[in-house]
């Protein structure tokens, strides 16, 4: 298991930005696809942005594309959500979560996750 924290979130403005952080301790990180899901009040949670190991590949909901990217330093253990753009139903408590390299199903799907962070709470104000 690799233990996440994450931080970063607050409360912001529509239209601008956050950066969330997220810390990775336990396992070698780089053995690690790492992905961004988020949770708005009584949805359920839902996939944001994900990244594999290196980050040379990158995937993105609809929703976020062309507002947020995600990144990695495997150097310090943390991948990285900049958030741009932000809209009031960004509002949510967001996660980041990890997954073995070599772990069956998409990075996009939410079910192939088994380690995650308590999350941190981003409010967009409109």
């Known amino acids: 298991q690799v233990q996440l924290v994450e931080s970063g979130g607050g409360l912001v403005q529509a239209g601008g930005s956050l950066r969330l952080s997220c810390v990775a301790s336990?396992?070698?990180?780089?053995?690690?696809?790492m992905g961004w899901f988020r949770q708005a009040p009584g949805k359920e949670r839902e996939f944001v942005a994900a990244?594999?190991?290196?980050?040379?590949?990158?995937y993105y909901a609809d929703s976020v594309k062309g507002r947020f990217t995600i990144s990695r330093d495997n150097a310090k253990n943390t991948v990285y959500l900049q958030m741009n753009s932000l809209k009031a139903e960004d509002t949510g408590v967001y996660y980041c979560?990890?997954?073995?390299?070599?772990?069956?199903?998409?990075?996009?799907?939410?079910?192939?996750?088994?380690?995650w962070g308590q999350g941190t709470r981003v409010t967009v104000s409109s």
């Open positions: 979560a990890g997954r073995p390299i070599g772990s069956r199903g998409k990075l996009t799907d939410i079910r192939w996750y088994d380690n």
């Open positions: 990244s594999n190991w290196s980050g040379s590949s990158t």
């Open positions: 336990g396992r070698t990180f780089s053995n690690y696809a």
